[in-house]
């Protein structure tokens, strides 16, 4: 089964972008930790293994544990060219379910840093009564005033510093952001909430989606939100991070 996948090749090194697709819920996140399930770890060592060599990936960005990536790029390098098609069906008959490649091809592009714009999706659900159905999106109230938060996640429009939706814990050292799309669309009993940016900060995302939610309810009032947004405020209450994710990624 897994047998010529390597071809000849006289450069020196080939990158390749792959496209894959996961459920977050049983790992910590994309980047390799000591002691912890990581997507980034499942992969490499399948790489390796397969490929006769060190392979190291590069995703477009981190992930947090238990978020789930519709399309995420990762590029790497190998000493040789590969037949694709065999790899990605090599691949995914060694990786767990909760992981697949979608596809892989030669590329010029860094999967992290030739990035322009990503997006990230977050679900919710509106009920009463917390729904076996509905595993994949967080319970909110049937009275929440969308109202509000569609108000609210215009204010997040444009370049701004988003210190205040950031983790304590951020390695970034700039927290100029700019957000070129947002929108809150309900589906029956689902609430989907979309976010366009150049990138994000740590935790940003869900930082914002908390704070939406309590928008919502009532618990922070909305015209002196939009006087201390990017002045004093600090968000406080972060969403879960199991209904977040990662949607797209654009390369221009």
Same mark, same amino acid.
């Given at each position: /089964? ?12 080939? +990158? ?15 980047? +390799?930790?000591?002691?912890?399930? *990581? ?22 960005? +981190? *992930? ?23 790899? $990605? ?23 992290? =840093?030739?990035?322009?714009?990503? *997006?990230?999706?977050?679900? /919710?659900?509106?009920?009463? *009564? ?15 005033? $969308?109202?509000? /938060? ?7 429009? %444009? ?5 205040? =939706? ?21 589906? %029956? ?7 366009? %940016?150049? %990138? =994000? ?6 930082n914002i989606v908390g704070t939406m939610l309590e928008v919502g309810m009532n618990k922070i009032d909305l015209?002196?939100?939009? +006087?201390? $947004? ?23």
């Amino acid at each position: /089964m897994f047998a010529l996948i390597l071809k000849t090749s006289y450069n020196k090194y080939m +990158r390749y972008l792959m496209i894959i697709t996961y459920n977050g819920q049983d790992y910590s996140g994309w980047q +390799r930790q000591k002691n912890a399930n *990581t997507i980034q770890q499942a992969i490499e060592e399948k790489l390796s293994f397969l490929l006769k060599e060190d392979i190291k990936c590069t995703a477009s960005g +981190r *992930t947090d544990a238990k978020v789930s990536a519709y399309f995420q790029p990762v590029h790497f390098e190998c000493n040789n060219s590969i037949d694709q098609y065999k790899l $990605i069906k090599s691949l995914n008959a060694l990786l767990p379910k909760s992981i697949r490649i979608l596809s892989i091809q030669p590329t010029k592009i860094h999967a992290r =840093f030739s990035a322009k714009k990503k *997006t990230y999706l977050y679900k /919710m659900y509106m009920s009463q *009564t917390d729904l076996p159905l509905y595993t994949d999106a967080l319970q909110v109230s049937p009275n929440i005033n $969308i109202k509000k /938060m569609k108000k609210f996640i215009k204010l997040l429009l %444009g370049t701004h510093d988003f210190c205040g =939706f950031r983790s304590s814990n951020s390695e970034n050292e700039s927290t100029i952001r700019t957000i070129y799309n947002v929108k809150l669309k309900k589906y %029956g009993l689902y609430l989907y909430f979309y976010i366009t %940016g150049n %990138g =994000f900060l740590y935790k940003m995302v869900r930082n914002i989606v908390g704070t939406m939610l309590e928008v919502g309810m009532n618990k922070i009032d909305l015209h002196e939100l939009k +006087r201390n $947004i990017y002045k004093t405020f600090k968000a406080t209450n972060i969403a879960k991070p199991e209904f977040l994710y990662l949607l797209n990624v654009k390369y221009e």
